[in-house]
């Protein structure tokens, strides 16, 4: 029901731009959240958005250089990430839920996920 893409090989200091398109019903009332996984480690909390888009979270990692957006006319959600680095390669995954959170066990749907490898 989320169907993340936009992920690929850039070099560091490039951007993305992540999207996760949804098919669930009533779009425009869920939060959606970024999470990510590197290799080897927990699936992280990235970044987060409220239903009407007023309200955004960000792990400090990543404040200043990505930025979440949602077009709920279009039922998705974006992930902007510009100044990339090497560090912030894993697979980036799209969650819906009922509020903007970085506890990810609160998301109730999850997409596929999009790889996305920076080189240094």
């Known amino acids: 029901q989320l169907q993340a893409s936009g992920g690929g090989l850039v070099q560091a200091g490039g951007s993305l731009r992540l999207s996760c398109a949804a098919s669930v019903h009533s779009f425009d009332t869920y939060s959606m959240g970024w999470f990510r996984q590197a290799p080897g480690k927990e699936r992280d909390f990235v970044a987060a958005?409220?239903?009407?888009?007023?309200?955004?979270y960000y792990t400090d990692s990543v404040k200043g250089r990505f930025t979440v957006s949602r077009d709920n006319a279009k039922n998705t959600v974006y992930l902007q990430m510009n100044s990339l680095k090497p560090e912030d390669t894993a697979v980036y995954y799209c969650?819906?839920?009922?509020?903007?959170?970085?506890?990810?066990?609160?998301?109730?749907?999850w997409g596929q996920g999009t790889l996305v490898t920076v080189s240094s």
């Open positions: 958005i409220s239903w009407r888009g007023s309200v955004t």
């Open positions: 969650a819906a839920g009922t509020r903007a959170t970085p506890v990810r066990n609160e998301y109730k749907y």
